[in-house]
Structures are given as C-alpha cells and as structure tokens.
C-alpha cells in the first residue's frame, strides 16, 4: 500500500440499500476527509476526522456518516441510498504542512 | 465568506502559451492556498501552494501570484503542453474548530492543444 487506497472502484446501487466505502492509509496521518465530487460543483466535504476516535460534520453531510476507528481507516457509510448521492467520492489524509492527498476516489451510481 | 470562486470555467490554448487560471476569496482567515491538478478518472494531485505571507511561488512552469489586499490568487501555467489538460482546483485552507478545512474551487478545465 502507498498513500491512500479506496475500495470499491465504482458501484452502481438500488436506491434503499446500505453502502460502506473503505479507505485506507498508510502515511500517519491524522487527520482524514471524505469529499463527494459532482460536475460543475467541485469536491465539497462530507465528513471528517482530526483523529482516530473523532469525527466531525463538513458542508453536505446528510444521509451519509463516518467512524474512524484507528489512523489508517475512514470508512463512509450511506445508510440509506438515494439517487442524489450518485457521485465520485475521494477519500484524502492531511500531511505535516496542511497538503491534502487524495485516493483515487470511489465512482457511486444509486438507480 | 466561506466561498472560493474561480474562473475560467474552462479554457482552452495553444501549445506552448500561457494558461491563466483566476481564484478569489473573502474570508481573510484563510492561511494556505493550494492548487490541485486533476485528470480523468484520478484523485486531485497537489500541484503547488503558497501562503499569504509570500507574493509569488515557482515551481517549474507553473507559478501561483497571491495578492493579498486584492484577495486573489491565480495559477500561471508557463509553456503550455498537452500533458497539462486537466481539471485545475484552487482551495483555501481554514482552521476551524481545531480542524483544517479546505474550500475548493469549483474547477478549470485546462485543455492545450497541440
């Protein structure tokens, strides 16, 4: 593993069905994001975490919610899907001088 | 306040020209300024950044121009190639909370034609 891995690469869902995206990291990073990237929207942030045990709202976080365990995993869950969530997402950690690094992001179509 | 509005949409330029990319904001709390590259299919890659303490930044062909008082920030891509067609997102970075936050631009499509 180098940087930051997301699973699955692209899922099309029925509306209604429970889905969890994984990522994980392997630089230490403590803080960690999810973002969801739709056209002409740019990336917005759903949820994030400062530190393992800790979780906070971002800008669009309804329907969708997360746990950080331990450092290296941020699994998103939508409990509930619905048609709008049909998006990219990517998953990203903070490094020591605020970048941000990005997964190669998780392709969702709910039907 | 929290809103980071870039222009152009979309652009397009000949190989070897200049690409010009525009960012502006309003809440003067931010404190770092990145700007990511993005192609199909791909996460965003952090391309350069530069803090408000600073007026300009090179790295190569690609350079960030922060104005301060003005609240703008633009990203020049010297030398146009083709390689260079990508998605381009500038972003502010906020503390709030005790937690970092990014605001992202909603996007420039870079194409450069050959």
């Known amino acids: 593993i180098a940087g930051i891995t997301q699973a699955p690469t692209s899922q099309i869902l029925a509306a209604g069905r429970r889905m969890t995206l994984r990522c994980t990291q392997d630089?230490?990073?403590?803080?960690m994001y999810w973002y969801r990237q739709d056209l002409g929207l740019g990336l917005r942030l759903i949820h994030y975490?400062?530190?393992?045990?800790?979780?906070g709202k971002g800008e669009v976080p309804d329907g969708y919610s997360v746990s950080r365990a331990n450092t290296d995993d941020f699994p998103l869950t939508l409990a509930s899907a619905v048609p709008s969530q049909t998006s990219v997402y990517f998953c990203?950690?903070?490094?020591?001088?605020?970048?941000?690094?990005f997964g190669p992001g998780t392709r969702l179509t709910v039907l | 306040q929290q809103q980071v509005k870039q222009s152009p949409q979309s652009l397009i330029v000949q190989k070897g020209g200049i690409s010009i990319i525009n960012c502006a904001y309003e809440n003067t709390a931010f404190d770092y300024f990145p700007w990511y590259q993005q192609f199909p299919g791909k996460g965003p890659a952090l391309l350069i950044a530069i803090r408000p303490d600073v007026s300009e930044k090179k790295e190569g062909r690609f350079t960030i121009s922060f104005n301060k008082s003005a609240k703008q920030f633009s990203l020049h891509i010297m030398d146009s190639q083709p390689g260079d067609s990508a998605t381009y997102f500038c972003?502010?970075?906020?503390?709030?909370?005790?937690?970092?936050?990014?605001?992202f631009g909603k996007g420039t499509k870079l194409t450069v034609n050959p």
């Open positions: 990203a950690s903070r490094g020591y001088y605020n970048e941000q690094f």
């Open positions: 630089m230490r990073h403590n803080a």
């Open positions: 975490s400062n530190t393992a045990g800790t979780t």
């Open positions: 972003a502010a970075s906020i503390s709030q909370g005790g937690s970092e936050k990014l605001v």
